[in-house]
C-alpha cells in the first residue's frame, strides 16, 4: 500500500480546537497581533454585557440545579417538609432495589447493544452511499426522524403491532397464525431497541457521511492505482481519516441514550396507569416516576441518586472515549 | 484502453466532486447492489410511512382499524377539529408555538453576544469559560429535573410557561454558545479591523458588522432550537400541571393515557400526530440543507 498516510499525526492543539483547520492559523494571527490593540481593549470591557446574561441563565437554571441534585441525593426527601442527612445511603439502597437495576441494565442495554447496532448500521450505509448515484436524496430522507418527536415512534408501534394491527395482517399470509405478543410486558423493551436502531441510525449516518466525504478523492485513486482491495481500502483509508468522527458520534450517542424517555413512556400506546410495565424502565424514567408518579411518597432522594449516576456513567465513558480516540487521530 | 487509463485521473479531478471518479468505477459488486436496493427500500419505507400516517389522520377510527392498509375516502377534517377541541390540542399548539418561538428568539438572542465575545478574545478567562459551557452538553435532562421543580416551585413558576421558556433558555445555552462561537469563529476578521480603524466601537463593530455577516449560523441556531423546543418532553411533562398550560407532546400524552379509559381514538390520535410532526416537515423542506449541516457540523468536533 502506498497510499500517502505519512502526514504528521496531530497535535493536542489541534484536536482540543472545536473548529477544524482554519481557525488555528487565524488565532495564531490573533495572538500576534499587539496586545493593546485598541479594539482588543474595547472589546475586553464587552464581558459583562455580553457573557453575562448568557452565564447567569445558564448558571441558575442549568449548573445550580446540577449541583443541586448531587446535594438532594445525599437526603432522605419526600420533596416537601424536613430534609434528612442520610451520606450515600440513597446510592446503597437503589443498589439493593431491583427495579433500579434493572432500569439501569436496561439504560446500559440502550447504551451498548443499541448504540452497536447502530453503528455498524450507519457505518455500512455510509459505505454504500459513499459512491451511489442519488446519496444526496437518500440522506434527506434518513435524517428526517431525527426531528420527531420519539413519542411518535413509541404510538405508532403501538397502532402498528396490537394484536389486530399491521403487523400481524402482513405476518397472516406468511402462515404466521400465532404470531407473538408483541406488546407483552416483557416483549416492549426488545421493540423498543429495534424501534430506536431502526430512527436512530439515519442521523448517525448522516454525521459520518459528513467524516467520509472529507476525504480527498485522490486517496481512492491511490488505492485503485495500487491495487488495494474493497477491504484494504476500507482498513487503511477510510477508518483511520474517520476515526474522530466515530469517536464524536460515539459521545453523542452515549450522552443522548442516557436521556431516552419518550419512547418508552408511552410505547404501545395506551398501556395502562400512565405508567409503563416496569420491564421497559430506563434510568430516566425511574428518576420519573420515583419524583413524580403521584403513585407513591415521592423519593427524591432516590430518585436524583439515580440521574447523579446516570451522569456519573456518561462523565465516565466520555473520558474514556476521549482516551481511547485521541491516539489515532490523523491530520489531512 | 491505456490512453483512457492514463487520462483517468485527469478527467475525475475534471469532473470536480459531480460525479463518480472512474477509477473508483470499476467494483459492481453484489454485497454493494443489494446494499443499495436495501437503501432505496429504506428511502421508500420512510415515505410511505409519512404518508401512511398523514393519510389516516383524515379517516375515522372504525376505518383505520378494520383496513389499516386503506386510503381516505374524502378529506375529513373530523378528526382535527375533535383533537383540537376535545383533546385540548387547540390550546396545546398555541402553548407550543409562544414557547418554541419565545424561548428560541431569547435563546439565540442571550446567546449570540456570549459566542461572539468567547470566539473573540482568547485569553485564560474564556478558554475556562468555554470549558464551562461545553460542560452542560453532557448533563442529561433528569439530573436537573428534580432541583429545577424545587427550585421553580419556590418562586411560583411551576406550572407555568415563562417558567418553562425560562427552563428551556438556560438549558438551551451550551449548544447554542458552542455552535455558535465555532461559527463566529469562521468568519473573516479583516471587516471587524477595518471597522475598528474607522472608529466604529466594539459593540458596533458586533452589532453592525459582525450579526450581518453572521445571519446564516444565526439562523441555523435559531432553527435547531425550535426544533429542539418544538420537541422538548420531559421537562414540559414534570414541570406544567395544568391542562391550559400543556404544550403539545405533553397534551398528546394526556391524550393517549386518557384513551384507557375511553376507548381507543385512533383518528384524533393520528391528528395530534401530524400536529406534532407536520411542522418539523415543514421546516426540514424549506431549511433542510442548513440543518444538516448545521447539526453534523456543529456537533462535528
Known amino acids: 500500500m502506498s497510499v500517502g498516510l505519512k502526514e504528521p499525526r496531530a497535535g493536542k492543539a489541534a484536536l482540543h480546537n472545536p473548529d477544524s483547520r482554519k481557525p488555528v492559523t487565524r488565532k495564531a494571527s490573533a495572538q500576534g497581533r499587539q496586545p493593546g490593540s485598541s479594539i482588543d481593549v474595547q472589546r475586553k470591557k464587552l464581558l459583562v454585557p455580553f457573557v453575562g446574561p448568557a452565564f447567569v441563565l445558564y448558571t441558575v437554571l442549568f449548573i445550580v440545579p ?11 426527601w419526600a420533596g416537601s417538609g424536613p430534609m434528612k442527612f442520610v451520606g450515600l445511603d440513597n446510592y446503597g439502597r437503589i443498589f439493593r432495589d431491583p427495579l433500579f437495576l434493572s432500569s439501569f441494565g436496561n439504560t446500559l442495554l440502550l447504551l451498548f447493544v443499541v448504540g452497536a447496532a447502530i453503528f455498524i448500521l450507519a457505518f455500512a450505509m455510509t459505505l454504500v452511499l459513499r459512491d451511489m448515484a442519488g446519496k444526496k436524496v437518500v440522506r434527506n430522507v434518513i435524517f428526517f426522524p431525527h426531528l420527531i418527536n420519539a413519542l411518535v415512534f413509541g404510538v405508532l408501534a403501538g397502532f402498528i403491532f396490537n394484536p389486530g394491527g399491521m403487523v400481524n395482517s402482513l405476518l397472516a399470509p406468511l402462515g404466521v397464525t400465532d404470531p407473538p405478543k408483541w406488546l407483552a410486558q416483557d416483549n416492549i423493551f426488545p421493540l423498543i431497541m429495534v424501534t430506536l436502531v431502526c430512527t436512530t441510525t439515519g442521523y448517525f449516518t448522516t454525521i459520518l457521511m459528513a467524516g467520509v466525504d472529507r476525504i480527498p478523492p485522490y486517496y481512492y485513486e491511490d488505492c485503485a492505482l495500487a491495487g488495494a482491495s474493497a477491504f484494504q481500502r476500507l482498513r487503511y483509508v477510510i477508518l483511520p481519516l474517520t476515526w474522530d468522527v466515530f469517536g464524536t458520534c460515539a459521545v453523542l450517542w452515549t450522552i443522548s441514550s442516557v436521556k431516552i424517555f419518550e419512547i418508552v413512556w408511552v410505547f404501545g400506546g395506551s398501556s395502562g396507569a400512565g405508567v409503563p410495565p416496569t420491564q421497559s424502565w430506563t434510568a430516566a424514567v425511574y428518576t420519573y416516576v420515583n419524583a413524580f408518579s403521584g403513585q407513591s411518597t415521592p423519593a427524591y432522594g432516590a430518585a436524583t441518586a439515580s440521574a447523579v449516576l446516570s451522569l456519573a456513567l456518561i462523565s465516565v465513558l466520555v473520558v474514556l472515549l476521549r482516551r481511547a480516540m485521541r491516539r489515532d487521530a490523523v491530520e489531512f | ?71 381516505p375516502a374524502s378529506l375529513d377534517f373530523g378528526n382535527f377539529v375533535r383533537a383540537w377541541t376535545v383533546g385540548d390540542f387547540a390550546v396545546a399548539t398555541w402553548n407550543s408555538l409562544l414557547t418554541t418561538v419565545l424561548s428560541s428568539v431569547l435563546t439565540v438572542a442571550i446567546a449570540a453576544p456570549c459566542a461572539y465575545y468567547l470566539s473573540r478574545v482568547d485569553n485564560r478567562l474564556t478558554r475556562g469559560l468555554s470549558l464551562y459551557f461545553i460542560l452542560g452538553l453532557g448533563i442529561p435532562a433528569q439530573v436537573i429535573l428534580i432541583p429545577l421543580f424545587v427550585m421553580l416551585n419556590k418562586v411560583y413558576l411551576t406550572d407555568s410557561i415563562i417558567g ?34 474607522d472608529g466604529t466601537t466594539a459593540f458596533g463593530t458586533f452589532w453592525r458588522i459582525t450579526l450581518p455577516l453572521a445571519k ?86
Open chain 2, 164 to 197: 418553562l421558556n425560562l427552563v428551556y433558555i438556560g438549558v438551551s445555552m451550551p449548544f447554542t454558545v458552542f455552535l455558535l462561537t465555532a461559527f463566529f469563529r469562521s468568519l473573516p476578521l479583516e471587516m471587524e479591523e477595518a471597522a475598528a480603524l
Open chain 2, 1 to 71: 484502453m491505456s490512453e483512457y487509463k492514463l487520462l483517468a485521473p485527469l478527467t475525475a479531478r475534471r469532473r470536480g466532486r459531480r460525479g463518480v471518479s472512474p477509477a473508483l468505477r470499476g467494483e459492481r459488486s453484489v454485497v454493494r447492489g443489494i446494499g443499495v436496493g436495501l437503501l432505496w427500500l429504506v428511502v421508500a419505507i420512510s415515505i410511505a410511512a409519512l404518508v401512511w400516517m398523514v393519510a389516516q389522520a383524515f379517516r375515522d377510527t372504525r376505518a383505520i382499524l378494520d383496513d389499516p392498509w386503506g386510503v
Open chain 2, 216 to 301: 446564516g449560523g444565526i439562523l441555523t441556531a435559531f432553527i435547531l432550537q425550535v426544533i429542539s423546543h418544538w420537541n422538548e418532553t420531559l421537562l414540559a411533562l414534570t414541570l406544567l400541571q395544568s391542562t391550559e398550560k400543556y404544550t403539545l407532546p405533553v397534551a398528546l400524552i394526556s391524550f393517549v393515557q386518557q384513551q384507557t379509559y375511553s376507548g381507543a381514538d385512533w383518528g384524533g390520535l393520528f391528528a395530534g400526530l401530524v400536529m406534532v410532526v407536520l411542522p418539523m416537515l415543514v421546516i426540514y423542506v424549506w431549511l433542510g440543507r442548513r440543518l444538516t449541516e448545521g447539526l453534523t457540523l456543529g456537533m462535528g468536533k
Open chain 1, 66 to 76: 446540577a449541583l443541586g441534585a448531587v446535594w438532594i441525593s445525599l437526603h432522605k
